[in-house]
Structure formats: C-alpha cells, structure tokens
C-alpha cells in the first residue's frame, strides 16, 4: 500500500490527513497518509525525508518550516516551486529522483475565484505580507489580470521585492508600507499572508482600505475568526473567508499528482468546516 505523509514543526494540530483520507475515499485508492514530526535543526531535515523514502514513501505535504528546504532538496522542481522558492509537495519518483512543486499559489486563486465567486479580473488587490505565503501567490494572482495589485509589508523593501518578481511576470505591482496607504483608496479583494493571526496580532491596515461589497481573506485557517477577519467584519466587509477552502485545493493538486486523479473538494471543504465548528 502507497505510503504518503506530511511533515512540519509543530504539525500535531494539522488536518492534512483528515482531507487526503477524505479523497483517499472519495476516489477509492489504496493509500495511508502520516503525520511526521520534523527535526528541530532543518540540517536533518534531508535526512528525515530520505528515511520515509527508504520505508516505501511516495510522496509528502511539507509545511512550515520546512518549505524551503524541501525546495532545496529536490532533484527536479517545477517552475511554480523555482518562482517562490519554495515546495510543499514532494513526490518520489520510481528512478529515485525527488520532485519538488508547490500548489499554495493556485490553490488560494481557485479558492477565491472558484469556489468563493470572487473573480480577480479587473478588481483592486490587496496582498498583505511578502514573506513564503506572500510570494507563492505573486504568479497566478498576476496572471489573474487584477486592475489595480498591491502588495503591502511591515518590511517595505520586502515587499518591493515580491512587486519586482510581479513586474518581471507581466504584471503592474506596487508595493508600500503600513503607513502609506494614504491615497491608495479601498480595495475589492484584500488577502492576509502575513503570519500575524498566528499569533494572534493583526497586521495595520486601515478599515477604509477594505471594500464593505468586496471579500476579506485570512491564509490563516483555525477554529472561529481571525484578528484580520475580525477587523474586516467590523470594517463592515460582507464577505469573510479564511484558508480552509485554500488548504483543501493544495491537497487536491497533491493528490493529483499523486494519484492521477483529482478529487472534488466542496463536500470536502464543508466537512472541515464542521470539523472545526
Ligand atoms: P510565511 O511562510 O507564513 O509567509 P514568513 O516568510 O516568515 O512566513 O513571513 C511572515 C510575513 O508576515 C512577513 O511578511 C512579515 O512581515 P515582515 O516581512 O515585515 O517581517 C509578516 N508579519 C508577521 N507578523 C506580523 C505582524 N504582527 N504585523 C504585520 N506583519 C507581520
């Protein structure tokens, strides 16, 4: 039987292996899906995943922090995962070879425009954050064709960076600071990627930055609503959404490419709702 897995630090809260045992079910394959807890020093992370390989792994879910190193790691890896420098799924090939993608860009745009209605084409974007979550969305979000795209970081030369990479794929990306909003006016879709609802701080931004007819969305996934949902509720903004629908997505791609089959992931999202409820 294919053994799968996810590997993080700290992982023990993650549902990963909920939603592949959902698809697991829905599409009738014969799989297991683990749950890895990495090593404290990322220097063993190499290690760690060559032992799973050697025990029969097919492929595993990579998440924080460990994005980077996956990407590292692998033999070959997709231009998706060499755009942000980052993977979170790796699959093992059959000739031994590791191979590196990364579905958290797409996955966030198929969850907005998809599943939530929220076409990109032609409306104000606001991205907030310009760390790994940030830049994996900077390619399909450019490629969404968005009228106005801003990108806005604590950091302002970070955030400069993620608007050059936009640039350099095409697109017309700003980039400012907390404070310099000013001018900027409101915006339809406004996107937190930053960490900040991990710990349960809320990045600075404005309320008149928010469209009260437009969508607020949290990366962030977890029981009740975030800081920056909060925030977006009580700017008065109807549509709130956090990053279930984006996590489910990821792992239908994974899964994809795992199996050569893509699962449906509405009843799938609705599951982990009420699992979280
Ligand atoms: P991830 O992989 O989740 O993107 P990261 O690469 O460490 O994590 O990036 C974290 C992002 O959240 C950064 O954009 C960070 O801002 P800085 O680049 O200025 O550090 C942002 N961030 C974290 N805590 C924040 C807070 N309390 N307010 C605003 N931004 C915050």
Not at 37 to 61: H, L, Q, T, W, Y
Not at 212 to 235: C, E, I, K, S, V
Not at 245 to 256: C, I, K, N, R
Request: contains cysteine; glycine residues 12%.
């Amino acid at each position: 039987i294919d053994r799968y897995a996810v590997i993080g630090r700290p992982i023990r809260h993650t549902v990963s292996p909920l939603v592949h045992g959902l698809f697991a079910e829905q599409t009738g394959q014969a799989m297991t899906y683990e749950v890895i807890e990495g090593p404290s020093s990322s220097s063993e992370f190499a290690a760690v995943v060559r032992a799973f390989i050697v025990d029969g792994g097919k492929g595993m879910n990579v998440t924080a922090p460990f994005k980077a190193d996956a990407f590292s790691l692998a033999d070959e890896v997709s231009e998706r995962a060499w755009l942000s420098g980052a993977a979170n799924t790796l699959t093992f090939t059959a000739d031994g070879r590791i191979h590196a993608d990364t579905y958290d860009g797409l996955a966030l745009c198929r969850d907005i425009e998809v599943n939530l209605g929220q076409s990109l084409a032609g409306r104000r974007l606001l991205l907030l954050g310009a760390g790994g979550a940030a830049r994996a969305a900077i390619a399909p979000f450019v490629a969404a064709g968005p009228a106005e795209f801003v990108v806005a970081n604590r950091t302002l030369s970070k955030a400069a960076e993620l608007a050059e990479l936009g640039g350099r794929l095409g697109g017309t990306v700003r980039a400012c600071g907390y404070d310099s909003f000013d001018g900027l006016g409101s915006f339809d879709v406004v996107v937190n990627a930053t960490s900040a609802s991990l710990t349960g701080e809320l990045p600075p931004v404005p309320m008149r930055s928010f469209d009260p007819a437009g969508l607020a969305y949290d990366l962030a996934y977890g029981r009740g609503l975030t800081p920056f949902l909060h925030h977006a509720q009580a700017a008065g903004v109807a549509h709130l959404a956090d990053g279930a629908g984006m996590l489910v997505e990821q792992a239908a791609d994974a899964f994809a490419r795992w199996r050569g089959l893509r699962p449906r992931t509405e009843t799938v999202i609705a599951e982990l709702a009420a699992h979280s409820n």
